[in-house]
T-cell receptor, first 115, second 113 residues
Framework: ETGVTQTPRHLVMGMTNKKSLKCEQHLGHNAMYWYKQSAKKPLELMFVYSLEERVENNSVPSRFSPECPNSSHLFLHLHTLQPEDSALYLCASSQGPGGSYNEQFFGPGTRLTVL | AQSVSQHNHHVILSEAASLELGCNYS??????LFWYVQYPGQHLQLLLKYFSGDPLVKGIKGFEAEFIKSKFSFNLRKPSVQWSDTAEYFCAVNSGGTYKYIFGTGTRLKVLA
């Protein structure tokens, strides 16, 4: 595997379910990100981890719970979601913070549908 | 609050036409600027980036962008588009030295063969 991978690619869940999204980066990067991509809205930065420490948390509802056990893996745990949470969830990684010629590399995303 | 505006939401062009997509941002400090492209069914890919130096940056596939600091703009250009450029294009701004990236809403480009 190369780059940034995400599983599953598609997920349908009910509002009472608990599920997890997984992201893995094979680039040796130190930072990992979760974004939400909804139709006709800008990508929304949800969480950022640098060296397994959370460095950004953008007022995301507590029904989304991130976990970063090491610098290569990032999870997004989901519970009691709402239909408006249906979206494409993107994972990205970078070597470090913006600047110093750092750029983000994105995974293919998980298409989440909440019924 | 910081924001990024992409004024063109949908653009339709014929092959060989010239392209310019607008991007304006609101942030007064040091910025790093990016254009990403998302081809149908594919993930976001970096098209080009600006960190410092020459404000005219060249990216992949013949794209270029010009950073005009006084206008807070980073417009994307291509002199002659191809059918394969059909995609969605996103402008993004990073506050220098932070992990915070702000994206625009995207511009859907359709190139007619």
């Amino acid at each position: 595997e190369t780059g940034v991978t995400q599983t599953p690619r598609h997920l349908v869940m009910g509002m009472t379910n608990k599920k997890s999204l997984k992201c893995e980066q094979h680039l040796g990067h130190n930072a990992m990100y979760w974004y939400k991509q909804s139709a006709k809205k800008p990508l929304e930065l949800m969480f950022v981890y640098s060296l397994e420490e959370r460095v950004e948390n953008n007022s995301v509802p507590s029904r989304f719970s991130p976990e970063c056990p090491n610098s290569s893996h990032l999870f997004l745990h989901l519970h009691t979601l709402q239909p408006e949470d249906s979206a494409l969830y993107l994972c990205a990684s970078s070597q470090g913070p913006g600047g110093s010629y750092n750029e983000q590399f994105f995974g293919p995303g998980t298409r989440l549908t909440v019924l | 609050a910081q924001s990024v505006s992409q004024h063109n939401h949908h653009v339709i062009l014929s092959e060989a036409a010239s392209l310019e997509l607008g991007c304006n941002y609101s942030y007064g400090g040091t910025v790093n600027l990016f254009w990403y492209v998302q081809y149908p069914g594919q993930h976001l890919q970096l098209l080009l980036k600006y960190f410092s130096g020459d404000p005219l940056v060249k990216g992949i596939k013949g794209f270029e962008a010009e950073f005009i600091k006084s206008k807070f703009s980073f417009n994307l250009r291509k002199p002659s588009v191809q059918w394969s450029d059909t995609a969605e294009y996103f402008c993004a701004v990073n506050s220098g030295g932070t992990y915070k990236y702000i994206f625009g809403t995207g511009t859907r480009l359709k190139v007619l063969a």
